[in-house]
Antibody, heavy 120, light 107 residues
Framework: QVQLVESGGGVVQPGGSLRLSCAAS????????MHWVRQAPGKGLEWVAF????????YYADSVKGRFTISRDNSKNTLYLQMNSLRAEDTAVYYC?????????????WGQGTLVTVSS | AIQLTQSPSSLSASVGDRVTITCRAS??????LAWYQQKPGKAPKLLIY???SLESGVPSRFSGSGSGTDFTLTISSLQPEDFATYYC?????????FGGGTKVEIK
């Protein structure tokens, strides 16, 4: 069965950096697009970024463009989110999610999430 | 960015009730809309995609309709496990966007 396991969350100071990872199993990772979606405490969902199955195209929310980078290593079945210049408003649970195809742009499987807290 | 406005933001209903949630887009998005269910402390779950296509394994009491700017999620007979928060999401344009959510509570 599809499994997505995020890691790398924690507490970081404003202006700092963090790299999240998402280990995928139970499907052919290299055939599917992948997303990052976040949820601030007590708030709604916010899409963060998408990467095509082969890494050829990447798309970002305006709120993170230029600060966050999505990437993937298909040989390791792992998705990444490099987060730089972190701000208090980036505090959230970060979910990785699988696209049903190469670029359907919905999320049909989700990980359990990893909490990122930006605070001094 | 396309804004999605859900209404109501919360509702109280009883088991067996018919429940309708609406999602309005700030511009036309064809049928590029999905619906998700999220329970407290859990990841969201995809219910509907392409406005009206039921995701595999989702009970048939869930249905979606609409196109253009106005969309509806309907639960035909509310079950105890359906008490949750529901979100719409558009995928017609980048950046992808979610609605603000509708919390369905027990009356």
């Amino acid at each position: 069965q599809v499994q997505l396991v995020e890691s790398g969350g924690g507490v970081v100071q404003p202006g700092g950096s963090l790299r999240l990872s998402c280990a995928a199993s139970g499907f052919t990772f290299s055939s599917y697009g992948m997303h990052w979606v976040r949820q601030a405490p007590g708030k709604g969902l916010e899409w963060v970024a998408f990467i095509r199955y082969d890494g050829s195209n990447k798309y970002y929310a305006d709120s993170v463009k230029g600060r966050f980078t999505i990437s993937r290593d298909n040989s390791k079945n792992t998705l990444y989110l490099q987060m730089n210049s972190l701000r208090a408003e980036d505090t959230a649970v970060y979910y990785c999610a699988k696209d049903p195809g190469q670029q359907w742009l919905v999320c049909n499987y989700w990980g359990q999430g990893t909490l990122v807290t930006v605070s001094s | 960015a396309i804004q999605l406005t859900q209404s109501p933001s919360s509702l109280s209903a009883s088991v067996g009730d018919r429940v309708t949630i609406t999602c309005r887009a700030s511009q036309g998005i064809s049928s590029a809309l999905a619906w998700y269910q999220q329970k407290p402390g859990k990841a969201p779950k995809l219910l509907i995609y392409d406005a009206s296509s039921l995701e595999s394994g989702v009970p048939s009491r869930f249905s979606g309709s609409g196109s253009g700017t106005d969309f509806t999620l309907t639960i035909s007979s509310l079950q105890p496990e359906d008490f949750a928060t529901y979100y719409c999401q558009q995928f017609n344009n980048y950046p992808l966007t979610f609605g603000g959510g509708t919390k369905v509570e027990i009356k």
